[in-house]
């Protein structure tokens, strides 16, 4: 099998599935954050593979989709970061880290 | 820097502006004399400005010399006509001063003055003192601006203006709930006048409003052009009705008329109107306001007269409002009720006069009638200042005033005898010239001549009933015994001892208005007398033209017609048909019998009031009371008018506002405010039910949604649209990442080009063939809906559904050429057909006889694109359908299709040139 540009966006959407399938069927807020890092991570795998493939002209590369890449692991950090906070601050307030517990808003 | 003698007319209307604006804003801060200094000072400094603008008018040579000064335009507005190009038509802020006005500003700021100077006395204990200055002082500018206004709207804002000041002094004791609603009640009867003269205003805009007259607000214009007002029809949705617009005009500029200045049937207001403080009474609701009407109809002369049948309806109703009035005045026993129903009669009066063509006439008794009626409310006011009163005085508990208050005697004996028309008096004068025009109307002129003897007769009976309540009033209040003023068992007031005479501020107006009222008639000497009628010369110079060519023709019919047309070229303030009826005819008969009537009038009212007051101490009067009881009741009713109205009017507005108040109160504020916020609270209940705080179904939903986009973006969506430019189409499909299209223009299933990344491309439909079809446009005759648009396509038959137009086929058979075509006569129009028959559309109307272009008689008739046929007022027209189709890829390699119909009109092409189709029977 040859390896291309579809190979990757298929590993991709595999990653991105397990990531979707973790967070809808986890209840654990601290597993649902790492699922999301699955999902950001199998688009960034395909923000690489996209701007391999596709670098530009001759004498005009372009790096577009590493840097896309880079910015959404910055943005995933700053989000864990929050997400954690929020963590710590839900189990104070109710003595759990399940995601069903934060109900204050519900109808 | 020079004097500007337009500047003044810009600051007699300003000064007492600003003298309310500085009173209104600081009066009730600031002390009484600084108040009476710029209330008095602004008022009085315009009456001198005034006299000098007067003089100098005097001055100037010519017929009606003017002067104008232009402020700037206000606003314009755009006149919509039919057939013609739309007129802009200016509205400006301009004050003239000529004939006319003149003698009305200076009329109005000299009474004003004196009121103003009255009022420092009689209204020195109110606590509201500040304010009623302001309110003068508004009233002051507001009528100046009505009377120098040089246009209607402008001259309208002058007219609402001292409708609002009105308003406002009448409710000035507002306190009282009376009289705040003898205010409102002032304000809603001139509301209905002011809604006749607005509509006047715009049919006389509408008519007057072109090219060669685009300033149709002005008054100088709408009267230069009025014999062209007289010829013009009202036309009322296409439909002529029989009526000039110079009648409906004037009859709704009459209605305005009848508000403002208390004429039948709006003459209820101004008896009630005496609610407000006694000056009030004077100023505005006997001298100047109520006068307006009369101005107005002085000011569109020209218009008024040429509407016989609208000039015979004002002097009628001008003379039984004279006799209405009169008659509810003999009965009365409050002085202020008297003077107030006397003031409807003496409007009436003026009113008829203008209505029998005697404008100068009509206008001379409202300068005369705001002396001595003038004169008349002030003494009433120093009476009840006497004592004490502030609502009214019971002429039954006066009596013997003559000895208490002597300066108000005097004044008040000169302006009752003024009013009755005692000879030589102003008002003997000026009844005089009023009874003389209506002699003029029965004995000279061609229409309805009996009703001048109507009027006549209407008129010599008014002012003998005035004769007598004047005096009546006069001896019982003055005369006799003095009996306390109040009754015995007033529960409100105690009687007053010793009546004392009222300060120099009231007295010395008095003395002034009084020598007015004695002296002022001098201005119009009767014609009998063949002395210089100064105020003929003045407002209606025209009949000196008039008399000498009816010295050098004699007095046929066509010296007369010469006169008349001769005296017309004089330019004057206002039109006239009275040129000395007298010398028409070529006798002085008709004005000594008019003088005679007139003193008849005075000597038998005057008479009867003092055989029966003084001389038998009122036991006459009341045994006919006690013996005709029912008319009596009536009379002391007034005719029961308030309660006819308020059966006929107020009861019924009363149901619909109560009806409209519940339907308020249950079904808005119940029933819909209830069902929407009920409909707001279940539809939130519905979206919070997603809110159900299970992050599960929260992210599922995103995930789903995810989904869907995904799904969307995997196909191209093309997005077609079309433009007809000349000679070409531009189609223009979506963009997209990636997308490409290709384009089949006629769409007959052939693509006509490669891949491209531009969604734009144009194509030019010149084959038959890559026409899709035909669409005929049938613009139907009095369609509401425009024209329609009918699209037939290959083989189809197409029945067109506008039956008006089949209905109009029939008839133009019948009647294009006077042949009948019996064949088709009565019988019922079917719906023409439309069919596509090979590149044409073939119309088929009602099996008529069609003799197309090659000369066939096949009855029927085929169209090319771009042809129309016209057959009874319907049109169809036959456009081109195309239709475009695009296929856009994306780099998922998925494809769209979409197609689009366009409608062209287009010409007719090399081949035909214009259209010779044409439907002859």
């Known amino acids: 099998m040859e390896i291309g540009l579809g190979t990757y966006l298929a590993l991709a959407s595999v990653l991105f599935g397990i990531g979707a399938v973790g967070f809808l069927t986890r209840r654990n807020i601290l597993l649902q ?14 923000l690489v593979a996209f701007n391999r493939w596709t670098p530009g002209e001759p004498g005009a590369w372009n790096h577009h989709g590493q840097v896309f890449a880079f910015f959404v692991i910055a943005v995933a950090a700053a989000e864990a970061a929050v997400g954690l906070a929020i963590l710590i601050s839900l189990y104070r307030l109710k003595s759990s880290v399940e995601s069903d517990s934060a109900d204050l808003l519900k109808h | 820097m020079g004097f500007d003698i337009q500047q003044t007319l810009l600051w007699i209307v300003l000064l007492p502006l600003l003298g309310a604006l500085i009173n209104g804003i600081a009066g009730r801060h600031a002390s009484k004399a600084a108040v009476n200094v710029v209330a008095v000072g602004s008022v009085f400094v315009a009456f001198l400005l005034s006299v000098v603008g007067f003089v100098h008018l005097a001055q100037a040579e010519g017929g009606n010399a003017s002067i104008v000064f232009d402020f700037y335009e206000w606003f314009s507005i755009e006149v919509q006509r039919v057939g013609a190009p739309s007129v802009e038509v200016p509205v400006r ?10 003698i009305m500003t200076v009329m109005v700021t000299g009474i004003a003055s004196l ?19 302001t309110y003068l002082n508004l009233f002051t500018a507001s009528m100046l601006v009505l009377v120098l206004a040089s246009n209607v709207p402008l001259m309208f804002v002058g007219w609402e203006g001292v409708g609002l000041c009105s308003y406002l002094l009448i409710g000035f004791w507002f306190k009282n709930a009376d009289y705040a609603a003898a205010g409102r009640k002032a304000f809603v009867v001139n509301r209905i006048g002011d809604f006749g003269v607005l509509i006047g205003m715009f049919l006389l805009v509408a008519v007057v409003a072109d090219e060669r007259t685009p300033d149709a607000f002005e008054f100088a214009q709408i009267n230069a052009v009025a014999t062209r007002i007289g010829l013009t029809q009202v036309q009322l949705g296409g439909a002529t009705l029989g009526v000039t617009v110079a009648t409906a005009a004037s009859l709704f500029l009459f209605l305005g008329v009848c508000g403002k200045s208390a004429q039948f049937p709006l003459f209820v207001w101004l008896p009630d109107a005496m609610a407000g403080p006694t000056p009030v009474s004077a100023l505005i609701h006997a001298a100047t306001m109520v006068t307006a009407g009369v101005y107005l109809l002085c000011r569109l002369s020209p218009v008024f007269v040429e509407s016989p049948y609208a000039m015979a309806f004002v002097a009628t109703v001008g003379a039984f409002t004279a006799l209405l009035a009169a008659s509810i005045a003999l009965v009365q026993n409050q002085m202020k009720k008297i003077l107030a129903y006397s003031t409807v009669s003496q409007l009436g009066f003026m009113v008829a006069a203008c209505g029998m063509g005697a404008f100068a006439g009509g206008f001379f008794h409202v300068f005369t009638h705001a002396f001595f009626k003038a004169c008349l409310f002030l003494g009433a006011g120093s009476v009840m200042h006497a004592i004490h009163s502030h609502s009214d005085a019971d002429i039954r508990y006066l009596g013997g005033l003559r000895k208490k208050l002597p300066k108000t005697h005097i004044t008040f004996a000169i302006a009752t005898a003024a009013i009755a028309g005692f000879p030589l008096t102003s008002g003997f004068f000026s009844k005089d010239e009023i009874l003389l025009g209506a002699l003029t109307w029965a004995t000279g002129f061609p229409y309805a001549p009996f009703m001048g003897w109507v009027v006549f007769g209407a008129l010599v009976l008014a002012a003998t009933m005035t004769a007598f309540y004047m005096f009546r009033l006069y001896f019982r209040a003055f005369w006799g015994e003095y009996k306390g003023g109040y009754a015995d068992d007033d529960p409100h007031h105690h009687k007053v001892e010793h009546p004392h005479e009222s300060p120099d501020a009231m007295t010395v107006p008095l003395y002034v208005l009084a020598a007015g009222a004695l002296l002022v008639g001098l201005l119009g000497l009767p014609h009998a007398w063949h002395l210089p009628n100064l105020w003929s010369e003045w407002l209606a110079p025209g009949h000196e033209a008039f008399l000498a060519v009816l010295h050098e023709q004699g007095h046929g019919e066509e010296a007369v017609a010469a006169a008349t047309a001769a005296a017309r070229e004089v330019p004057s303030a206002m039109a006239s048909l009275q040129f000395q009826g007298q010398m028409v005819h070529g006798a002085d008969w008709i004005a000594w019998v008019a003088m005679g009537a007139g003193s008849l009038a005075f000597l038998i009212g005057a008479g009867l009031a003092y055989v029966w007051y003084v001389q038998q101490d009122g036991s006459a009067p009341a045994g006919l009371q006690r013996s005709m009881p029912g008319l009596h009741r009536i009379l002391m009713d007034k005719w029961r008018f308030d309660e006819l109205y308020g059966f006929l009017i107020v009861t019924p507005m009363r149901w619909l506002a109560y009806f409209a108040a519940n339907l308020d109160r249950f079904f808005v504020d119940g029933l819909l405010t209830r069902a929407s916020s009920a409909g707001a609270k279940a539809l939130g209940f519905l979206l919070t039910r997603a809110q159900n705080g299970v992050v599960f179904a929260y992210a599922g939903l995103m995930v789903a949604g995810l989904a869907g986009l995904a799904w969307w973006f995997t196909y191209p969506h093309p ?21 490409e299209y290709r384009w089949d223009f006629d769409s007959d299933g052939e693509w006509d080009t490669e891949w491209s990344a531009d969604p734009a491309a144009s194509h030019v439909y010149v084959d038959e063939d890559q026409i899709y079809g035909l669409v005929a446009i049938v613009e139907a005759p009095r369609s509401m809906f425009g024209a329609e648009e009918l699209v037939v396509t290959a083989g189809e038959t197409v029945e067109v ?7 109009d086929w029939v008839r133009t058979t019948i009647t294009t050429d006077g042949d009948a075509d019996e064949g088709l006569f009565g019988r019922t129009p079917t719906a023409p057909t439309l069919r596509y028959d090979g590149g044409r559309l073939v119309v088929n109307i009602n099996s008529a006889n069609i003799v197309d272009r090659d000369g066939g008689d096949d009855g029927r008739l085929a169209l090319r694109a771009g042809e129309t046929v016209t057959f009874g007022g319907g049109r169809i027209t036959v456009a081109v359908l195309v239709r475009g189709t695009v296929e856009v890829k994306n780099p998922f390699g998925n494809r769209s299709r979409e197609s689009r119909d366009l409608t062209l009109r287009v010409n007719p092409g090399a081949e035909g040139g214009e259209p010779q189709a044409q439907v002859i029977r």
Request: hydrophobic share 45%; aromatic share 10%; proline share 1%.
């Open chain 2, 801 to 807: 559904p506008t039956v008006n137009l089949a209905a």
């Open chain 2, 719 to 739: 997005a077609l649209e079309g433009e007809a430019g000349t000679g070409e189409v531009s189609w223009v499909a979506g963009r997209g990442l990636g997308y």
């Open chain 1, 33 to 46: 954050l790492m699922s999301i890092e699955v999902m950001l991570n199998s688009v960034n795998l395909t």
């Open chain 2, 93 to 102: 802020v301009r004050f003239v001063m000529d004939h006319l006005s003149g």
């Open chain 2, 115 to 133: 009121i103003h100077v009255y009022s420092i006395g009689y209204m020195a204990e109110d606590e509201g003192y500040a304010r009623f200055m």
